[in-house]
């Protein structure tokens, strides 16, 4: 790996120094940390972070390289990435790899800083919350750095789905293999906030044939399609931002079952009346505890957002499903006369672990049930 100095430069002075990584350039965003010590290639392509800078908490990271099977999004993704330690180009090691971390980063075009100490910009984050930022390979001057950081807009307000959505709609074939509808037996509509490939491959593995639509598709259109069942996917930036998406999800509530999560679960329950706020570091991760209301199980779930529903804004008729054991936020909703639910966290364990795989199982059986309605 050859050595060239970057910079990492917060909105409040705070900087840190270090190498630079992948692309030698520049990258804005917000700066969030996840916890996650697996899964990283998973992670930076996620569309849901698109707009934001990740710090990896895990003190080593890129030890078993990076293959494009790992691939969420072609095109969309982390915006840029801090490291403590990363694993030399030469010195991986894994069956599936097929490259370095730091080579794969410069495909993708992403620009990443290691050797910084990152225990202190996450106790930083923490204490302050999440922050824009600028990591930097190409201009190191504090002072510019500095006054670009606080020009950068804050990701409260922001609308991004429309910058990572397909441009037109796709069937989605899972590891190649056909899926077209007549093979399977639901035919949903996915509508594409940022949607990550395991999720798509998840539905297909519970008897789902997944079309994705763009995220401003018109609900006649999506109806015209004759679905069984309508998929509210992940994505980046304020849910407030998205009241396109809103009124789209008012139109179908009670029409179709729905299923939502991370930000469709947000979207869902604005659509129900209920507000959205920001949180002070966000949840990005992939082992954070949260309890099913309906089975009294545990579950060890994946996270990606900064904002979260407000339980106490939730119509009566929609009930809180699960609940996040460290900080009591609200994961889930169910409103059963709308044949419609949702979580916050991502249950396709991509990365992270499969404990909330059934959930995929709970949307078919929503559909079977739903069966003489269309």
């Known amino acids: 790996m050859k050595e060239s100095p970057a910079l990492l430069m917060l909105d409040d002075g705070t900087f840190f120094e270090g190498q630079a990584l992948g692309l030698r350039r520049e990258a804005v965003g917000e700066v969030v940390f996840t916890t996650g010590m697996a899964g990283y290639q998973e992670t930076m392509t996620d569309p849901s972070y698109h707009g934001q800078i990740v710090t990896f908490t895990a003190a080593h990271i890129g030890n078993y390289g990076a293959t494009r099977l790992d691939d969420q999004s072609v095109n969309y993704g982390a915006s840029g990435a801090v490291f403590h330690d990363v694993t030399a180009p030469g010195a991986w090691s894994a069956w599936r790899g097929e490259e370095s971390l730091d080579e794969r980063l410069g495909r993708m075009g992403v620009t990443g800083i290691c050797n910084v100490d990152t225990r202190g910009l996450t106790q930083h984050l923490r204490e302050h919350g999440a922050r824009n930022g600028i ?133 869902l329950a604005m659509a129900l009346g209920a507000k959205t706020y920001k949180l002070k570091f966000g949840h990005h991760g992939i082992n954070h505890p949260v309890k099913d209301v309906d089975t009294g199980r545990v579950l060890i779930t994946s996270q990606n957002h900064g904002f979260c529903v407000d339980p106490e804004t939730l119509p009566r008729h929609a009930r809180p499903t699960h609940w996040n054991l460290n900080d009591e936020t609200l994961e889930g909703l169910a409103v059963d006369n709308l044949m419609a639910f949702s979580v916050q966290f991502h249950p396709e364990a991509a990365p992270g672990p499969n404990d909330a795989l059934n959930l995929f199982t709970r949307f078919r059986h929503l559909m079977e049930n739903a069966q003489s309605l269309f």
């Not at 201009?139 to 789905?161: C, F, H, I, Q, V």
């Not at 441009?167 to 056909?178: Q, S, V």
């Open 135 to 267: 990591i930097s390979a190409v201009d190191t001057d504090k002072e510019s750095l500095l006054r670009r950081a606080r020009e950068l807009p804050s990701m409260a307000g922001l609308n991004l789905t429309r910058r990572v959505t397909c441009e037109k709609a796709y069937m989605h074939a899972r590891n190649g293999k056909d899926a077209a509808r007549k093979q399977k037996r639901h035919n949903v509509a996915v509508y594409d906030f940022g949607v990550k490939r395991a999720i798509l491959d998840n539905l297909a593995r519970a008897g789902i044939a997944p079309t994705v639509w763009p995220a401003a598709t018109p609900v006649e259109d999506i109806l015209k399609s004759s679905p069984h069942g309508v998929f509210l996917s992940n994505g980046p930036g304020d849910p407030a931002a998205c009241g396109y998406a809103v009124k789209i999800v008012e139109k179908l509530l009670g029409r179709v079952p729905l299923f939502g999560i991370c930000l469709g679960h947000q979207i």
